[in-house]
T-cell receptor
Framework: KQEVTQIPAALSVPEGENLVLNCSFT??????LQWFRQDPGKGLTSLLL?????REQTSGRLNASLDKSSGRSTLYIAASQPGDSATYLC????????????FGKGTRLHILP | AAGVIQSPRHLIKEKRETATLKCYPI?????VYWYQQGPGQDPQFLIS???????DKGSIPDRFSAQQFSDYHSELNMSSLELGDSALYFC???????????FGQGTRLTVV
């Protein structure tokens, strides 16, 4: 059974710092991995999608990497800003016949002004 | 660009009542997913549809049912509502299982 784990559960860093969020998954049989952002009480905004054949994706100050064989992904945020404060969720799409998106429990990020 | 549309955005129901949540996927997306997110929780998978057929089922109570219609919109029907059903309900769509999934803004259901 695929399980997705995110570490740390919460993180507070001063504005301007670079930071890394971690995601691990137990089964490497995935189509892709997606990082989402969620503001309190709001919807899920897709940040980056990495296909299983890819190693990384970049969008602005965000860079996501994927090491499928070891079951790990990282989301790197450069030059953090207070507006980056949110919960970041990692999710995988299994390639084992399950038609679902499996989420981690998220990392609550707080950027200190 | 068109996004996933969910309606209503907010819904208040009493215990034992019935609720119907609607989801309109992005055009040409034939896969729809439903998720339930309780306070402080990660999204929990309920059910998915591909080409109007149920493709996977998660921890969806027997009191809930869902379907995808010919125009690809989907509805989640919830009966005999309980206080514990209060949550954010999200719908997502994608072109297929290999491509990016996009989520709607959710329906906040409050059962009183």
């Amino acid at each position: 059974k695929q399980e997705v784990t995110q570490i740390p559960a919460a993180l507070s860093v001063p504005e301007g710092e670079n930071l890394v969020l971690n995601c691990s998954f137990t089964d490497s049989a995935i189509y892709n991995l997606q990082w989402f952002r969620q503001d309190p009480g709001k919807g899920l905004t897709s940040l980056l999608l990495i296909q299983s054949s890819q190693r990384e994706q970049t969008s602005g100050r965000l860079n996501a990497s994927l090491d499928k064989s070891s079951g790990r992904s990282t989301l790197y945020i450069a030059a953090s800003q207070p507006g980056d404060s949110a919960t970041y969720l990692c999710a995988v799409r299994p390639s084992t016949g399950d038609d679902k998106i499996i989420f981690g429990k998220g990392t609550r990020l707080h950027i200190l002004p | 660009a068109a996004g996933v549309i969910q309606s209503p955005r907010h819904l208040i129901k009493e215990k034992r009542e019935t609720a119907t949540l609607k989801c309109y996927p992005i055009p040409r997306h034939d896969t729809v997913y439903w998720y339930q997110q309780g306070p402080g929780q990660d999204p929990q998978f309920l059910i998915s549809f591909y080409e109007k057929m149920q493709s996977d089922k998660g921890s969806i109570p027997d009191r809930f049912s869902a379907q995808q219609f010919s125009d690809y919109h989907s509805e989640l029907n919830m009966s005999s509502l309980e206080l514990g059903d209060s949550a954010l309900y999200f719908c997502a769509s994608s072109r297929d299982t290999h491509t990016e999934a996009f989520f709607g803004q959710g329906t906040r259901l409050t059962v009183v």
